[in-house]
T-cell receptor, first 117, second 110 residues
Framework: GAVVSQHPSWVICKSGTSVKIECRSL??????MFWYRQFPKQSLMLMAT?????????EQGVEKDKFLINHASLTLSTLTVTSAHPEDSSFYIC?????????????FGEGSWLTVV | DAKTTQPTSMDCAEGRAANLPCNHS???????VYWYRQIHSQGPQYIIH???NNETNEMASLIITEDRKSSTLILPHATLRDTAVYYC???????????FGQGTTLQVKP
């Protein structure tokens, strides 16, 4: 079964509104989680690193005020797309690892489809 | 992070072994090789990972060359459900951050 879960699986929102996507680690604590986005027929693009108890680290070119990340607990990170526009429509995916040892498995969520109309 | 190079696409007959190559010539000594696959409209699925020794699990085998500059993922008996995009990724030390390339689209044919 899934060890990293995302909610919602898909969401449709109106242009100009904000939408929140949750990422939960089900069987472990994760100090760090990662958010990706994927456009059709393209690879995953890392957006940001979510850090529990501190500010997220954003990749170059990703607007931090547009994509708000909150990592309030060791099992939950949220991504809020603010003032969404149709070009924000994408597949958003999170990942987490039980700890920061690179020898450990990194698990991905099922992904969340966002459609902005 | 070390970059990887994979063929864009490959075909494999159902029931035969699928051998997916990956080049990572700039890999550092403490970086692992991870393999994931993504079936359309789903999140990436973990397959296997390794440092320098060959690894095997219930899904696949990972063969890493002695110089660690390349690796091969082997699906021993491919099925139609193995049709997916396969990503070979080299990890940064202690970050959990995975940088995805374009991957290999594997098409398993009847």
């Amino acid at each position: 079964g899934a060890v990293v879960s995302q909610h919602p699986s898909w969401v449709i929102c109106k242009s100009g509104t904000s939408v929140k996507i949750e990422c939960r680690s089900l069987d472990f604590q994760a100090t760090t989680m990662f958010w990706y986005r994927q456009f059709p027929k393209q690879s995953l693009m890392l957006m940001a690193t979510s850090n529990e108890g501190s500010k997220a680290t954003y990749e170059q070119g990703v607007e931090k005020d547009k994509f708000l990340i909150n990592h309030a607990s060791l099992t939950l990170s949220t991504l809020t797309v603010t003032s969404a526009h149709p070009e924000d429509s994408s597949f958003y995916i999170c990942s987490a690892s039980p700890d920061r040892n690179p020898g450990n498995t990194i698990y991905f969520g099922e992904g969340s489809w966002l459609t902005v109309v | 992070d070390a970059k990887t190079t994979q063929p864009t696409s490959m075909d494999c007959a159902e029931g035969r072994a699928a051998n997916l190559p990956c080049n990572h010539s700039t890999i550092s000594g403490n970086e692992y090789v991870y393999w994931y696959r993504q079936i359309h409209s789903q999140g990436p699925q973990y397959i296997i990972h390794g440092l320098k020794n060959n690894e095997t699990n219930e899904m696949a085998s990972l063969i890493i060359t002695e110089d660690r500059k390349s690796s091969t993922l082997i699906l021993p008996h491919a099925t139609l459900r193995d049709t997916a995009v396969y990503y070979c990724i080299v990890s940064s030390l202690n970050t959990g951050k995975l940088i995805f390339g374009q991957g290999t689209t594997l098409q398993v044919k009847p």
